[in-house]
């Protein structure tokens, strides 16, 4: 047993085996938006940071006290710097944040490999009595402007939470770990009606080659949205993301890119993964071990 299971993964993380134009795919799949997210991040927290600042000062010395002008007090690029920078005035702080950006990242590359080694396997094609409601027709652009204003929104909101940030990093990475055992465990084929997802940013910089059809239960873009609204704690982004998370699903099943069960099953393993990931302490738990061990070595 324990040979076939190594024989398995060494034919799994052989670099021969790969469909690299699959791979590729997976890995620019979420590339492009989180490029953009923190293009604008810089953008919004150090240049408008500091017109907030001054419009911040400026309700302060006329004595004006609204939701905008808290707004503004707390979202500017003095407060985001100093947050921060009290963070990772803490060793464990410091030495956490940056093994959750490795570990993360290399769940997430794994988890692409795993979904590009599994592309070529066959999988059954479902009769799905919703999907057929919708004949077929192209919402690729309203899809990935959905995800990703939410990806940037959500990037601008945890920034300044940076231990509720590590945790959603965590969440996003058992969400990619999840979706990509599952879809090994149950191959689905696509609908011979499919229209192609379309991401113009993917498109623009690595042409349009770069697709991927049978990567389907569950959904990834539902869930991620999902699992965004799940983390929110400010109405407003709840509301939109809300929104979105209904807007994508029914799109993706109007386009036929998946099937129904593949969307409404996606968000009961986004709320999963937010009550044992995200809102629950083991990472904070996991820390405290760490910094106790520091105070016992000092």
Request: proline residues 3%; glycine residues 4%.
């Amino acid at each position: 047993m324990f040979a076939y299971l190594k024989e398995a993964l060494a034919q799994i993380f052989d670099a021969q085996n790969w469909n690299t134009d699959t791979y590729q795919a997976f890995i620019v799949e979420f590339g492009p938006a989180i490029l953009i997210a923190f293009v604008f991040l810089i953008i919004g927290k150090f240049f408008f940071g500091k017109i907030r600042l001054k419009w911040s000062k400026l309700y302060d010395r006329r004595g004006i006290s609204t939701v905008w002008s808290r707004f503004l007090s707390r979202n500017n690029h003095i407060k985001f710097k100093d947050t921060w920078k009290d963070y990772f005035s803490d060793k464990a702080n410091k030495v956490y944040f940056i093994a959750s950006l490795v570990v993360g990242l290399i769940l997430c590359l794994m988890s692409a490999k795993l979904i590009a080694y599994n592309a070529g396997a066959p999988g059954k094609l479902l009769e799905d009595p919703i999907m057929m409601m919708f004949n077929p027709m192209d919402w690729s652009s309203a899809i990935f402007a959905l995800e990703y204003f939410a990806l940037v929104a959500m990037v601008f909101y945890v920034s300044d939470q940076p231990g509720y940030f590590i945790k959603c990093l965590w969440g996003v990475a058992a969400l990619q770990v999840i979706r990509s055992l599952s879809i090994i465990l149950v191959p689905l084929s696509p609908p011979a009606d499919m229209i192609f997802l379309v991401d113009p940013f993917t498109q623009f910089f690595f042409g349009e080659n770069v697709q991927v059809s049978n990567d389907l239960f569950f959904s990834g873009h539902v869930s991620l949205l999902a699992l965004f609204y799940f983390a929110a704690q400010n109405k407003y982004m709840k509301i939109y993301l809300f929104i979105a998370t209904f807007l994508v699903g029914l799109f993706l099943v109007w386009q036929h890119v998946h099937y129904s069960y593949d969307v409404l099953f996606a968000p009961l393993v986004s709320f999963a993964i937010y009550k044992f990931v995200i809102e629950n302490n083991w990472s904070e738990q996991l820390k405290d071990k760490y910094r106790a061990m520091l105070e016992v070595k000092s």
